[in-house]
């Protein structure tokens, strides 16, 4: 067995082998792979009992169910308003300077990928990141570059 | 009109005063109905933005003959600008999960589901924990009800209780058509009471106090405090908890920076109100609710920028299931484009007004439904700034 199939028996095993159990499944494999390819979805379907088209069609849906591969590290930036105000474009422009990508791009030691995504919930503490769960709020970009160069770090030991 | 003096009070996140488990035993103690009739006397409407009266809710749902019902909390949290029910998960969890086993009993469910916004995720570990020790107080004191954790995945639309419903059940978040309403046919097609985290904890406080101390804050169409979170041009950004009923100029003159010009009340969804119209704006059921987002605009905003931000938001969000809103939210986005850039004249705002207006009738959901209130407020407020 290869190791997603491994991990949706596993998912599959501790939330019900029930419809009811889509969304903490696929993102039970998000957690671990980031995102969800074609072979992790026929495996879902078939261990729900679903068809494959219905597994990709919940999963296109939602913003944090990527269908395509994404970096180690998933960062998003708040881009609505509050964090507008308090200076997200100069964070943006902050990582794309150290990533050496453009926002929705991987880095090609796909150690990283940097999307914006909207409200966080942090709007009297703006500007904020995600970092795959993690929050970071009130950033400057010379925080910006302290936290991602220790994400950096720890990728290469 | 009723109007009150902004006071700031502190009963949501004050945890000295709140024994849980003691509220919980208490409230047991009385029958459902009576229950029931606590909440509907207290007045508490819920306080995820639209307003229908809690106690009411519960008593359609405890009506229903089912086996099977259930609580279901909303932090799906998403309208821009409200951050409070991340920090009362965070503080006061326990507050929360107090109203939902409340709930249950009232209505008769054994079942109770939070489902927690994916940007959120950062809390989950420690909600489980807390969640499993209250499961276990409940369970010691053969209380036959039980709290879960769902997650969502960074879709706005699934707060609309109906798409809520849907992504638990494994499919795209898209609202269903109501009636029914999730009192008859909710989670599975359960009856079901959803209720924001909000109201939850204002349930455990009415029950801890009794409905005459709730009553004691607020308006008789606006009970009780609120929880608002501030943001945007004002020197104390953060959640203040505050009585209801307030005029919106008091509010400007406690949280301003000396040069407000405008207060976006409600979120994205919600109203514009510009500088001269703060006397008589109040902030309440009876003027302009809010779910508790007050952003604050100064004078060196661009409220062009505002809306286009607004509306890029709902164009990104919006389900996509119904053509007003799908093709509305794009068309309203591009045409104010189109008005800044000069590609159409001043004039083509009246043709967008008209769409916004046909988005609020024809759409199928509260967020087709709510675009016309920016758009419109912002619109008429400031008009030149959109053309120049
Ligand atoms: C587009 C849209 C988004 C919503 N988002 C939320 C939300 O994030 N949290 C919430 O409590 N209610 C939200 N609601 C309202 C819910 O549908 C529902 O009315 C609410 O959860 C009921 O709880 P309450 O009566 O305690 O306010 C939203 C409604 C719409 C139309
Ligand atoms: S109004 Fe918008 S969000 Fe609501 S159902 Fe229609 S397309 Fe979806």
């Known amino acids: 067995m290869s190791s997603t199939e491994t991990l949706v028996k596993d998912l599959v095993s501790k939330y019900g082998k029930s419809r009811n159990s889509l969304m903490p499944v696929l993102q039970g494999i998000v957690q671990e792979e980031r995102y969800l390819s074609e072979e992790a979805m026929i495996f879902i379907a078939k261990e729900l009992d679903l068809s494959a088209a219905d597994v990709y069609g919940t999963a296109s849906f939602y913003t944090f169910l990527d269908t395509v591969p994404r970096g180690k590290n998933i960062i998003r930036v708040c881009k609505t308003i509050s964090c507008h105000m308090t200076g997200k474009d100069l964070i943006i422009e902050t990582l794309e300077d150290i990533l050496k990508v453009k926002v929705g791009q991987t880095t090609h030691d796909k150690n990283f990928t940097l999307l914006t995504a909207n409200c966080l919930g942090w709007c009297h503490k703006g500007p904020v990141m995600l970092i795959n769960d993690e929050v970071y709020p009130e950033l400057t970009p010379s925080r910006t570059t302290e936290i991602v160069e220790e994400y950096m770090k720890n990728a290469t030991h | ?388």
């Open chain 2, 1 to 388: 009109m009723e109007t009150k003096v902004i006071k700031k009070v502190d009963t949501i996140f004050d945890v000295v005063e709140c024994n849980y488990i003691q509220v919980l035993e208490k409230t047991l103690a009385k029958t459902a109905d009576e229950i029931i009739l606590d909440i509907i006397d207290s007045g508490l409407k819920g306080r995820g933005g639209a307003g229908f009266p809690t106690g009411l809710k519960w008593k359609f749902t405890k009506n229903e003959e089912n086996a099977v019902k259930y609580v279901i909390c909303n932090a799906d949290e998403g309208e821009p600008g409200t951050f409070k029910d991340r920090e009362i998960l965070d503080r006061v969890p326990e507050k929360v999960f107090t109203g939902m086993a409340i709930c249950g009993y009232a209505i008769g469910a054994k079942e109770g589901y939070i489902y927690l916004r994916g940007e959120y995720n950062f809390l989950k570990q420690d909600l489980q924990m807390k969640i499993d020790l209250f499961n276990s107080q409940l369970a010691d004191r053969d209380f036959d009800f039980k709290v879960f954790l769902r997650s969502g995945s960074g879709a706005y639309i699934c707060g609309e209780e109906s798409a809520l419903f849907d992504s638990m059940e494994g499919l795209r978040g898209e609202p269903r058509n109501k009636p029914p309403y999730p009192t008859v046919a909710g989670y599975n097609l359960k009856p079901t009471a959803i209720n924001n985290v909000e109201t939850l904890v204002y349930v455990t406080m009415i029950c801890r106090m009794g409905p005459e101390s709730f009553k004691a804050l607020g308006t008789k169409d606006s009970r009780g405090s609120k929880v608002f979170s501030v943001s945007g041009d004002t020197p104390t950004p953060g959640i203040y908890e505050l009585e209801l009923g307030m005029p919106l100029n008091q509010f400007v003159d406690e949280f301003g920076d000396g040069d407000t010009k405008a207060v976006q009340v409600g979120g994205a969804s919600g109203h514009c109100v510009p500088r001269k119209k703060y006397n008589d704006t109040i902030i309440g059921f009876e003027g302009i609710p809010t779910g508790g987002s007050m952003m604050i605009f100064n004078s060196t905003r661009s409220m062009y920028n505002v809306l286009h931000d607004y509306l890029e938001f709902f164009t990104e969000e919006s389900c996509g299931q119904c053509t007003p809103c799908r093709v509305g939210c794009q068309q309203l986005l591009k045409g104010i484009e189109a008005v800044k850039k000069g590609d159409k004249k001043p004039s083509y705002l009246e043709d967008l007004k008209k769409l916004a207006a046909t988005m609020k009738i024809a759409s199928k959901c509260g967020l087709g439904q709510s675009v016309s209130n920016p758009f419109n407020s912002i619109v008429d407020n400031f008009r030149e700034e959109i053309i120049y």
